[in-house]
C-alpha cells in the first residue's frame, strides 16, 4: 500500500506521542517534531507505510536516546492478554466452529496499537469481535490452505496481541513458526513478547529482521526472506504488515481490524472493519 | 495562548484539510503540506497559534490560488443557522432569563468550526448547549458590565455563527459594533457573512483589519485598536479570538465552547466545555 496525503500529519502526530513515551524533556521532544517535519517533503508517495514509520521511530530513537520506549506500555499489554487468555480459550471451546472463533480473537488482539491516536478496551473487544460480522471473509480458502498446508508462516504485529495470535496457534494445531520484529518499534512484538505471551512451546519463534513497523521485506534477513518465499500458507497480522505486504502475490491471509480511515478506504470498506481476507481474493 | 507540541501536528492537518477545500490538484496539495512541514521547525512556542495559522492558511492561498477555499462552506453555514434563527428567538422569549438564554445560544453558534478536524450538527448543539452547565459563568460580573457600558465590541468568529450571535445582541438591544475579519481565513466571517446572518439594522460592522484565524492584535488596523482599547466592554467569540487574546487585560468577556484539547487544558478545563470567562477573573 503507498502512502497517502492524510498519512503525513498522521506521522508528525505519531512522532509526538513515542517523543513523549520517550522522554519528559520538552526541547528532545520538540527537537524529534522539528527532524520528522523536516523529514516530511522528503517521503514519496510511492513508498509504503512502514517504510516512513521505521525511519521516524528510528529518528524518535536516536533524538531521545531511548531506543525501547513502548516497553513499560508492552508488559502492562502482556499481562492484560494474559489475564484475559482463559476467557479467550474457554470461548473457543464452546463454540460450534473454534476455529472461526479463535480467528476472531486473533483479530479482536489486533486493537492494541499504540501507532496512530486511540484508545481501546480489550477485554471490550473480545465481546465484540466474537460476535461481530466480518467485512471479508475468505474462511472457506483459509480453511482449504491450512489442511494443504505443512508449516504455518505466522507473521505476528503487536506486543499482547501475540497471546491472542496464541489461541489461533493453539487451534490450528499445526506446526508454525511465529514471526516478530528483530528491534523494538512502537509497541511491535519481539522475542521477547512472544516468549512472555507463551508462544515457545508448539512453536519455532523467529525474527523478520525488520525494524520497521511492518513487514518490509528490503529490511528483512536473508533467512526470513527464504521462509516467506517457500510458505504454504502465511497469515499476516494487523495494518503495519497489511500496509506493507498487501501488493504480495504470496499464499497469505490478511487477519486485521481496518482502525486507520485511510487502510479502510484502501480496502473499500468502513472503519473498524474486521477482515480475513486472502491475498490472491479481488478487493 | 502560547503554542503548544501538539499544535504542530493539527497545523499540518489544517492545512491538508484547507488545501482539499480549495483545489482537487493532488500536486497543489502536496506542494501546501510540503511548505508546511518546512514551516513547522521556524514556528516559535511563544507565538500565539492564530499567528502561525495566518502564515499556513496564507501558505494555502498562495498555492492554490483559492483566495477564500471556505466561500461555499461559509453560505451554506449561514443559510443553515438562518432557519434555526426563530427558533432561537423563541428559545430566548420562553426563558426565564432571556439574556442568559441567549448567551447560550453564541455559545452553540460557536460549534460551527470547519478549522480543526470535527463533524458538527448546529441544531442536536442548540438543544443541548440551551440546558447544559457551564464550566465557567462569570454572568453577574458580565451583567454589571453590561449595565454599565455604552457601546459594546462585540468580535464575531465564524460564518454562520454570526447568526447565533444576532440574537444574543437584539437580546442585548445595546449600541454594538461587531467585529469580523479583514480577509477570508478557513471559515472564519467576514463582512460579507456578518451581512448575510442579517446583522445589519442597529449594529455597526467593522473589520479589525486581520487576516488571521484570531483577533491577532499586531495585524488589526489601527482604527479597530483604538476602538478596543476604548471599549468599556468587549465580547470575543470562540477559539481563535481566545487563544489570541487570552494574555490581554481589557474588558474582554470569552465566550467559548472549548473544542480543542489543548484549549480545553489551557483553561484546566473539560473538552467540550461552555465557557463564559471574565478576562480579568482568575482562571
Redo the contacts between chains.
Keep these: 500500500m503507498k502512502t497517502y496525503?492524510?498519512c503525513?500529519?498522521?506521522f508528525?502526530?505519531q512522532a509526538?506521542r513515542a517523543a513523549r513515551m520517550a522522554t519528559n524533556d520538552?526541547i528532545k521532544?520538540?527537537a524529534v517534531?522539528?527532524a520528522v517535519?523536516?523529514m516530511?517533503?522528503t517521503i514519496s508517495?510511492e513508498s509504503t507505510p512502514p517504510e516512513t514509520g521505521r525511519l521516524i521511530y528510528q529518528k524518535v530513537h536516536e533524538i531521545t536516546k531511548n531506543q525501547d520506549p513502548y516497553r513499560e506500555v508492552k508488559d502492562r499489554s502482556t499481562r492484560e492478554a494474559l489475564s484475559l487468555y482463559p476467557h479467550m480459550k474457554s470461548l473457543v471451546e464452546k463454540s460450534d466452529d473454534g476455529l472461526l472463533m479463535a480467528i476472531r480473537m486473533a483479530i479482536a488482539g489486533n486493537v492494541i496499537d499504540f501507532g496512530p491516536n486511540r484508545a481501546f478496551d480489550m477485554k471490550e473487544e473480545i465481546e465484540t469481535t466474537r460476535s461481530k460480522a466480518f467485512a471479508v471473509c475468505d474462511y472457506e480458502q483459509f480453511k482449504t490452505a491450512l489442511a494443504q498446508s505443512g508449516r504455518i508462516l505466522y507473521i505476528g504485529d503487536n506486543a499482547g496481541e501475540c497471546v491472542f495470535d496464541r489461541v489461533l496457534l493453539e487451534t490450528m494445531n499445526k506446526p508454525a513458526t511465529y514471526v516478530v520484529r528483530e528491534k523494538p518499534v512502537i509497541n511491535d512484538a519481539t522475542l521477547e513478547d512472544a516468549q512472555q505471551a507463551g508462544i515457545n512451546s508448539a512453536v519455532e519463534l523467529m525474527s523478520s529482521g525488520t525494524d520497521a513497523p511492518g513487514t518490509l521485506l528490503e529490511t528483512c534477513s536473508d533467512r526470513f526472506i527464504r521462509r516467506y518465499h517457500e510458505a504454504e500458507l502465511i497469515i499476516s497480522k494487523g495494518q503495519g504488515n497489511y500496509e506493507a505486504l498487501s501488493n504480495q502475490h504470496q499464499n497469505i491471509f490478511f487477519l486485521l481490524k481496518a482502525k486507520c480511515p485511510v487502510i479502510a478506504e484502501h480496502m473499500g470498506l468502513p472503519v473498524g472493519s474486521i477482515i480475513l481476507r486472502a491475498a490472491n481474493a479481488p478487493l
Tied chains: 1, 2.
Design positions: 496525503l492524510d503525513l500529519p498522521c508528525l502526530d509526538l520538552q521532544i520538540k517534531l522539528d517535519s523536516m516530511l517533503p508517495l
